[in-house]
């Protein structure tokens, strides 16, 4: 059972290490994080993308006592982490294709296996790639159970190739191939998506989690429970992109916090197919709170404000909420800190 962490410093949510004893303190607390995402990287300012992923695979690495190889689709993270001939990660990297990544990360935990070698494998992808290109090979890694820990940076659009629409894109908002136009522009209003952690949670592998860059305690717990399981394990985080959001970089962290608090992301866990615990908020915030501080939204508080539209993204927010139990004190353990 994991400590819940009362602690927190002034004005932030950010948990005070050094209140905290070194068996609590965060992986990026200590001398033992390994920045295996170093310095040197290309990725924007305010990019959630490159904070999740720093501190997931040095979580990974920990568990792994330094024995992992990262498989990583093409994407914003393996574009801004790898300019030819530049690289930013500290340990054995393969670039896949977009598609292929968690095929190409079952046949490195193969490799190894028949090499006799206790290496682990992390296989990561933003959600074009996973929730889009690479659907059919991350469900046959989950059919199979194959020891892959895959990673979901999900910033709801493919950011890298301009900012279109993927299957993660929030209904209503605008990309460069959802443009809002005419005198209800309601964008792709209607387009539902689909949720990546519930099809895993449908295949009953071992372990299924999402995490935000909101609470980055949390996500390293998550990484860490998912590294001591073996089999197909996967994490879904939510990584603001200001950039594709029309976002200001210094608002990351409260937007990932507003998309928690408001009910548009739930935040849980499950292990074989049966949800094991979630993040509770204290109260629901409304999803204006949320859609006012993105320009991607924008057209949805012009004159005349598209109220039907708003409520409609309401909704989607009120249902996860009664159907994840969110404003429910969870008798289970999350495995990472209060918020």
Same mark, same amino acid.
């Given at each position: 059972?994991?400590?819940?962490? $009362?602690? #927190?410093?002034?004005?932030?949510?950010?948990?005070?290490?050094?209140?905290?004893?070194? /068996?609590?303190?965060?992986?990026?607390?200590?001398? @033992?994080?390994?920045?295996?995402?170093?310095?040197?990287?290309?990725?924007? @300012?305010? =990019?959630?993308?490159?904070?999740?992923?720093?501190?997931?695979?040095?979580?990974?690495?920990?568990?792994? %006592?330094?024995?992992?190889?990262? =498989?990583?689709?093409?994407?914003?993270?393996?574009?801004?982490?790898?300019?030819?001939? *530049?690289?930013?990660?500290?340990?054995?990297?393969?670039?896949?294709?977009?598609?292929?990544?968690?095929?190409?990360?079952?046949?490195?935990?193969?490799?190894?296996?028949?090499?006799?070698?206790?290496?682990?494998? &992390?296989?990561?992808?933003?959600?074009?790639?996973?929730?889009?290109?690479?659907?059919?090979?991350?469900?046959?890694?989950?059919?199979?159970?194959?020891?892959?820990? #895959?990673?979901?940076?999900? !910033?709801?659009?493919?950011?890298?190739? %301009?900012? /279109?629409?993927?299957?993660?894109?929030?209904? +209503?908002?605008?990309?460069?191939?959802?443009?809002?136009?005419?005198?209800?522009?309601?964008? !792709?209003?209607?387009?539902?998506?689909?949720?990546?952690?519930?099809?895993?949670?449908?295949? *009953?592998?071992?372990?299924?989690?999402?995490?935000?860059?909101?609470?980055?305690?949390?996500?390293?717990?998550?990484?860490? $429970?998912?590294?001591?399981?073996?089999?197909?394990? #996967?994490?879904?985080?939510?990584?603001? =992109?200001? &950039?594709?959001?029309?976002?200001?970089?210094?608002?990351?962290?409260?937007?990932?916090?507003?998309?928690?608090?408001?009910?548009?992301?739930?935040?849980? *866990?499950?292990?074989?197919?049966?949800?094991?615990?979630?993040?509770?908020?204290?109260? /629901?915030?409304?999803? *204006?709170? #949320?859609?006012?501080?993105?320009?991607?939204?924008?057209?949805?508080?012009?004159?005349? $404000?598209?109220?039907?539209?708003? +409520?409609?993204?309401?909704?989607?927010?009120?249902?996860?909420?009664?159907?994840?139990?969110? &404003?429910? $004190?969870?008798?289970?353990?999350?495995?990472?800190?209060?918020?």
């Amino acid at each position: 059972m994991e400590t819940t962490i $009362k602690f #927190y410093q002034t004005d932030t949510f950010t948990v005070g290490n050094r209140l905290l004893s070194e /068996q609590e303190r965060s992986v990026q607390a200590g001398m @033992q994080r390994t920045n295996a995402l170093n310095s040197g990287h290309r990725a924007c @300012q305010g =990019c959630g993308e490159a904070l999740g992923a720093r501190f997931a695979v040095d979580a990974a690495m920990r568990a792994a %006592g330094n024995d992992l190889i990262a =498989c990583n689709a093409t994407g914003c993270l393996e574009v801004f982490s790898t300019p030819y001939p *530049e690289s930013s990660w500290q340990l054995p990297w393969i670039h896949s294709l977009f598609g292929n990544t968690a095929a190409v990360a079952t046949g490195v935990a193969a490799a190894q296996r028949v090499k006799g070698k206790t290496t682990r494998v &992390l296989a990561q992808g933003g959600d074009g790639g996973t929730t889009d290109i690479g659907f059919g090979c991350l469900s046959g890694m989950f059919e199979r159970n194959d020891d892959v820990l #895959y990673i979901c940076y999900d !910033n709801e659009a493919y950011m890298n190739t %301009g900012v /279109q629409r993927s299957s993660a894109t929030p209904p +209503a908002a605008r990309t460069a191939t959802t443009v809002p136009v005419g005198q209800h522009p309601n964008g !792709n209003v209607f387009g539902k998506g689909k949720s990546v952690p519930l099809i895993a949670m449908a295949h *009953e592998i071992p372990y299924v989690a999402t995490a935000s860059v909101a609470d980055l305690r949390d996500l390293e717990a998550k990484v860490t $429970k998912a590294m001591s399981i073996h089999g197909a394990r #996967y994490i879904h985080i939510h990584v603001p =992109c200001p &950039l594709g959001w029309g976002a200001d970089p210094a608002h990351t962290i409260k937007l990932a916090r507003l998309a928690i608090e408001s009910g548009l992301f739930p935040v849980f *866990e499950a292990e074989h197919g049966e949800m094991t615990g979630h993040r509770a908020i204290r109260e /629901q915030v409304p999803v *204006e709170d #949320y859609l006012k501080l993105q320009k991607r939204f924008a057209h949805l508080f012009r004159n005349p $404000k598209q109220v039907a539209v708003i +409520a409609q993204l309401q909704a989607i927010a009120d249902r996860n909420i009664r159907r994840f139990k969110l &404003l429910e $004190k969870s008798s289970l353990n999350t495995g990472g800190a209060a918020v």
